[in-house]
C-alpha cells in the first residue's frame, strides 16, 4: 500500500507564505505525475498544480505567478510552494501521484488532505 503523507498546511494571514510537502511512501520516477488539488467547503475538487517530469508544469489560472510545484525524486518528495496567499486559498489540499501505461492509468495514490487557511 502506497502512503502519501502531507505536511506545512495551517494558518496564515492574506499576502503571506506555506510551503506544503508531500512525502510519497514508494520511489518516484520521473514517469510519475505528480500533483497538489484542493477542496473547499461546498465546492468541487480542483487541480491547483502538476508536474510530470522534472520540467513540464501546470498551473490553476488562480494561482498562476504565485504558486510554484516542484518534485526531488531522490526524497521521494513533491512541493506546492505558495506565496501571496488568498482568502480564496482556503481549502484541503491533496497530494496525488499517478503513472500512465500509454494512455492507460496504471495507478493512483491520494493522500489523506491537509488544510490551508488564510484570514486575517
Known amino acids: 500500500q502506497v502512503q502519501l503523507v502531507e505536511s506545512g498546511g495551517g494558518s496564515v494571514q492574506p499576502g503571506g507564505s506555506l510551503r506544503l510537502s508531500c512525502a510519497v511512501s514508494?520511489?518516484?520516477?520521473?514517469?510519475?505525475?505528480l500533483a497538489w488539488y484542493r477542496q473547499a467547503p461546498g465546492k468541487q475538487r480542483e487541480l491547483v498544480a502538476a508536474i510530470s517530469s522534472l520540467t513540464t508544469t501546470n498551473y490553476a489560472d488562480s494561482v498562476k505567478g504565485r504558486f510554484t510545484i516542484s518534485r526531488d525524486n531522490a526524497k521521494n518528495t513533491v512541493y506546492l510552494q505558495m506565496n501571496s496567499l488568498k482568502p480564496e486559498d482556503t481549502a484541503v489540499y491533496y497530494c496525488?501521484?499517478?503513472?500512465?501505461?500509454?494512455?492507460?492509468?496504471?495507478?493512483?495514490?491520494w493522500g489523506q488532505g491537509i488544510q490551508v487557511t488564510v484570514s486575517s
Open positions: 514508494r520511489s518516484i520516477s520521473s514517469d510519475n505525475f
Open positions: 496525488n501521484v499517478r503513472r500512465y501505461s500509454g494512455s492507460i492509468l496504471a495507478y493512483a495514490y
